[in-house]
C-alpha cells in the first residue's frame, strides 16, 4: 500500500503544482521517486513530527495540498495538540497518511503499535478518516479525498497487502463497499484486517454459513442511510478492525444502529481494552484477537451456536 500510495501521489503532483510530501526522516525505497521529480515540493522534516504538522498547516494556509507521511503512532498521538488546533480548528487542506495499522509493526512492540488512532482522530471536527482494504481501494480514496476539502487522515498497512477485488470498484467516501451478499449474517471490516475477514467468510461457507462481508473504508463520515440500507434485514452483525475495541469502527457503528432503533445482535471484535505486553508477527498478535483468519471464523462460529 505505500507504494500505491507513493505512485498515486506522483500522479496527483504531475497534475497540481501544489502538492506537496513532508517525512518523518522514514519512508526510504518509498519516497525516493517522488523526491527525485519534485525536489522543491519534497521536504523531510526529521524526527520532529509535531513541527511536521504545523509546518503542513502554514503550507495549506498558503493554498499548498500537503501530504503527511509517517508511521501511524508518530504521526497521531504524538501530534494529537497540532492536528487539533493546526488543522481541524482551522479545517485546513492537509492529508495524514498513517503507515502500520494495528499490529503492522508487531516486531517492535507497544510504541509502534497503532490500535488507538481511529478513535482519538475521529472525534476531531473536520476530520475524515479512512481505512482503506487494499492497495485498490487506496488508489480509489487518494482520488476522491484530493477533491476533498478538510483535514483527511488515510490509514494503511505496512506493506504487501493482498488485491481483494476482482475488478476495481466505484468508490464513495462514506458509502459501505459491499465485497459479497450473504444471508445468514453479516461481516464489517475496516482496513487491512478486511483481507481476514474474506478468508474467514469463505472458511464460513465451508461450514455451511454464507455471509456478507462489507468493507467499511470510511470511519468518519459515514453515510447512516447508506449503511442501514446495507444492514435491513440482517439480524446478526460482527464488526472486525485491528483496534482497540473501544472508540472504533465498532463504536461508530454501534452508535448508529442505536440511534436508528435497529433490533439484532452485534458484536465486536477487535483488540481488547488492555495493554498489548506481548512480541510478535503481526499474524501472532491478529490470533490473540480473533482477527486471524481461523479464529476469526471460529468466534463467529460460536457466536452463531452460543444464539441458537
Not at 122 to 143: G, S
Not at 168 to 182: R, W
Request: glycine share 10%; with cysteine.
Amino acid at each position: 500500500m505505500r507504494f500505491t500510495f507513493r505512485d498515486s501521489l506522483i500522479k496527483l503532483a504531475e497534475k497540481d503544482k501544489d502538492v506537496y510530501l513532508l517525512i518523518g526522516d522514514l519512508g526510504y525505497s518509498v519516497v525516493e521517486p517522488f523526491a527525485e521529480k519534485f525536489p522543491s515540493r519534497f521536504i523531510n522534516c526529521g524526527v520532529a513530527e509535531q513541527n511536521m504538522i504545523g509546518l503542513a498547516a502554514g503550507l495549506a494556509l498558503e493554498g499548498k495540498k500537503p501530504y503527511v507521511f509517517s508511521i501511524i503512532p508518530f504521526t497521531t498521538l504524538r501530534c494529537l495538540e497540532q492536528i487539533r488546533n493546526d488543522l481541524c480548528y482551522q479545517n485546513l487542506n492537509v492529508k495524514i497518511i498513517g503507515v502500520g495499522s494495528g499490529f503492522s509493526y508487531g516486531n517492535l512492540g507497544a510504541t509502534h503499535f497503532a490500535i488507538e488512532d481511529i478513535g482519538v482522530l475521529r472525534v476531531l471536527p473536520n476530520m475524515t478518516v479512512l481505512c482503506p482494504a487494499d492497495p485498490i481501494e487506496l488508489k480509489e480514496l487518494m482520488e476522491k479525498s484530493y477533491d476533498k476539502q478538510g483535514p483527511v487522515y488515510i490509514r494503511l498497512g505496512r506493506g504487501k497487502e493482498r488485491t481483494l477485488y476482482n475488478e476495481e470498484p466505484n468508490l464513495e467516501i462514506g458509502i459501505p463497499s459491499v465485497m459479497k451478499q450473504g444471508k445468514d449474517g453479516l461481516i464489517i471490516g475496516t482496513g487491512t484486517v478486511v483481507d481476514c475477514c474474506q478468508k474467514a467468510v469463505e472458511k464460513l461457507k465451508d461450514m455451511g454459513f454464507d455471509f456478507k462481508l462489507i468493507s467499511l473504508h470510511t470511519v468518519k463520515p459515514i453515510n447512516k442511510e447508506a449503511l442501514l440500507e446495507e444492514v435491513r434485514g440482517y439480524s446478526l452483525i460482527f464488526t472486525a478492525e485491528e483496534h482497540n475495541i473501544i472508540g472504533g469502527m465498532g463504536s461508530s457503528l454501534a452508535e448508529i444502529l442505536l440511534e436508528s432503533g435497529w433490533k439484532g445482535r452485534l458484536k465486536r471484535i477487535g483488540v481488547l481494552d488492555e495493554y498489548t505486553y506481548d512480541i510478535g508477527s503481526m499474524e501472532y498478535l491478529r490470533d490473540k484477537y480473533s482477527l486471524g483468519p481461523d479464529k476469526l471464523a471460529e468466534f463467529i462460529l460460536k457466536e452463531i451456536k452460543n444464539g441458537k
